[in-house]
């Protein structure tokens, strides 16, 4: 009999068993599966050799803990094998900033989606202008067509697929490829699909942000943000972290780190739920149109297939032309969506939006209020009885 041959080596993880094994240490931890929350700014050197060659696995709080350590390597596996490094920053909105300026100078031309997250472009008009970079905004849609955009002193492209409140699809390949042939470089926020759904660096992105507040934390109790980066551009980002005093804190790290462990299952509820709560409103006579990328009729469609392997839980809809008093109805009567910021936790959110006002590159029209909405993990036939009633109260305030 013939001894049964064992290979050698696994083969390559799927992300679901990365997200549950990665950055796991047991051995360091005495057993334990998950890390300490380590709190700490000293960190002892043995000798005085030791500290004055800066010798040590850990030099000083700011620079990392066995906590951020744990969290980085599980998110590095995660981005995949183009990810040279991931920064951690105190909110989603601090990694878009910190990436900002460690990329640009006085002097640079920046280009921006006009679908950004709005913060975003408050910081492009504001704080950026103010230290010398100007920023162009174009329709998320231009495709291959944004070098007609470059100028000599264009630095990099921003692009967030799909868009902040409106969901338009943005071609990341055809944008980094023109990008790239001018040695510019592409910056992803992420944060929609995650890298679960979407590896931005597999893409042509250099840096890819994710707004770890939202998914990656899960149960809406942490402010956090991520930004991996590929080889070419991780430099600028341990500069720019370094120079900047950017950390997060050992308690959002640590609930960061709990978070992706569930991503996976998670991520599918929301994704499931949310598609059939986007059919169900589509098919409802108070809804004109709803904008989900993973929609086979929605305009992003084809792009989304292409490049992302999953959608979240969440999309917008414009809704019959209606007084503002009949849309406040249906808010003020749901009882299990809420109305606030962020999105991203257990729990459905609904809130109104409107664009009009800030979009410069597209005009947004959409002939009709607009929600956006979070399709959290409660039982969806729940959550249409909620808006059933909320449309009652639309339809009576209509009349
Ligand atoms: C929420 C959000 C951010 C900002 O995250 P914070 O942690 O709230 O600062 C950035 N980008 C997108 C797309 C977001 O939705």
Not at 101 to 107: C, K, N, P, Q
Not at 189 to 216: C, E, M
Not at 379 to 393: P, Q, S, T, Y
Request: glycine share 8%; with cysteine; net charge negative.
């Amino acid at each position: 009999m013939t001894a049964p041959t064992i290979p050698d080596a696994n083969p390559p993880l799927h992300p679901e068993t990365e997200l549950v094994t990665g950055g796991r240490d047991s051995v360091a931890q005495k057993g334990f599966v998950n890390p300490p929350v380590v709190r700490g700014s000293t960190v002892l050197y043995p000798t005085a050799d030791d500290i004055r060659a800066h010798r040590g696995e850990y030099q000083y709080g700011r620079h990392g803990t066995p906590t951020t350590r744990a969290l980085q390597q599980a998110l590095i596996a995660l981005e995949g094998p183009n990810c040279a490094g991931v920064g951690l920053a105190p909110s989603g909105l601090a990694a878009i900033s910190t990436t900002l300026l460690a990329v640009l100078a006085a002097g640079d031309h920046l280009l921006v989606c006009d679908s950004v997250y709005r913060p975003t472009r408050h910081l492009c008009d504001t704080l950026l202008k103010r230290f010398g970079v100007e920023t162009t905004y174009y329709d998320p849609l231009i495709g291959g067509d944004i070098a007609k955009l470059f100028r000599p002193n264009t630095r990099a492209v921003f692009v967030e697929a799909p868009g902040s409140q409106s969901f338009e699809m943005a071609d990341i390949p055809a944008i980094a490829a023109a990008a790239h042939a001018r040695d510019l470089l592409v910056i992803d926020d992420n944060t929609w699909a995650t890298p679960l759904y979407h590896r931005s660096l597999d893409f042509g992105v250099d840096l890819s942000i994710q707004a770890g507040t939202k998914y990656l934390g899960g149960h809406s109790d942490i402010m956090f943000g991520t930004i991996a980066a590929n080889a070419r551009a991780w430099p600028h980002v341990t500069d720019a972290i370094r120079a900047l005093g950017v950390c997060a804190a050992p308690d959002d790290v640590f609930l960061a780190l709990r978070g992706l462990r569930t991503l996976a299952v998670r991520l599918a509820h929301h994704q499931a739920a949310g598609l059939a709560m986007a059919k169900w409103l589509k098919a409802r006579p108070e809804v004109q149109r709803v904008m989900h990328p993973a929609l086979p009729d929605d305009p992003g469609h084809a792009i989304w297939k292409r490049d992302f392997s999953g959608a979240s839980g969440l999309f917008s809809v414009v809704l019959q032309p209606t007084p503002d008093r009949a849309v406040d109805a249906l808010l003020d009567t749901v009882r299990l969506f809420g109305m606030g910021y962020s999105w991203g936790g257990f729990e459905s959110l609904i809130i109104p939006f409107d664009c009009t006002s800030y979009r410069t590159a597209t005009q947004w029209t959409p002939g009709g209020p607009t929600l956006r909405i979070h399709i959290g993990l409660e039982n969806i036939e729940d959550l249409k009885a909620d808006l059933e009633r909320g449309f009652a109260a639309f339809n009576a305030a209509r009349a």
